[in-house]
């Protein structure tokens, strides 16, 4: 399982990359690989205004679905449309097929979300 040192991580197994007041979001390897192979992505509408813990979008797998939250609050600037044309990319690759890029209006909640360190044993503690 890969875990980026770049990235901030939930306990909901999504990363996010901070660059200024963006932040790309998409799900961890260790959430692809619980839910196999991915068929469907459903994501927001470029400008949503989202708050945490409000639903971000739908993945499917042959398994399950899952519904995937928003840890900041912000508005939606970019919808990654490859991998809702695509879904399995994010199978083939979770760090570099990212879901949306937000505008954070609060950067303080990053406070509230885990470093790599942290979410390693996060997953440990799951296996």
Same mark, same amino acid.
């Given at each position: 399982?890969?875990?980026?040192?770049?990235?901030?991580?939930?306990?909901?197994?999504?990363?996010?990359?901070?660059?200024?007041?963006?932040?790309?979001?998409?799900?961890?390897?260790?959430?692809?690989?619980?839910?196999?192979?991915?068929?469907?992505?459903?994501?927001?509408?470029?400008?949503?205004?989202?708050?945490?813990?409000?639903?971000?979008?739908?993945?499917?797998?042959?398994?399950?679905?899952?519904?995937?939250?928003?840890?900041?609050?912000?508005?939606?600037?970019?919808?990654?449309? &490859?991998?809702?044309?695509?879904? &399995?990319?994010?199978?083939?690759?979770?760090?570099?097929?990212?879901?949306? &890029?937000?505008?954070?209006?609060?950067?303080?909640?990053?406070?509230?979300?885990?470093?790599?360190?942290?979410?390693?044993?996060?997953?440990?503690?799951?296996?």
């Amino acid at each position: 399982m890969k875990i980026l040192k770049n990235l901030l991580y939930t306990k909901e197994h999504e990363w996010i990359k901070v660059e200024g007041d963006k932040a790309y979001i998409g799900i961890t390897d260790f959430a692809q690989h619980a839910l196999g192979s991915i068929v469907y992505v459903e994501l927001p509408e470029i400008d949503s205004e989202l708050s945490v813990g409000d639903t971000l979008g739908t993945v499917e797998s042959v398994k399950a679905a899952s519904d995937i939250f928003i840890p900041l609050d912000g508005k939606v600037v970019e919808v990654n449309e &490859a991998i809702v044309d695509e879904p &399995a990319l994010v199978n083939e690759d979770a760090f570099e097929n990212w879901m949306v &890029a937000i505008e954070m209006t609060d950067k303080s909640q990053l406070e509230s979300l885990l470093s790599p360190e942290a979410y390693e044993e996060l997953c440990k503690e799951g296996e």
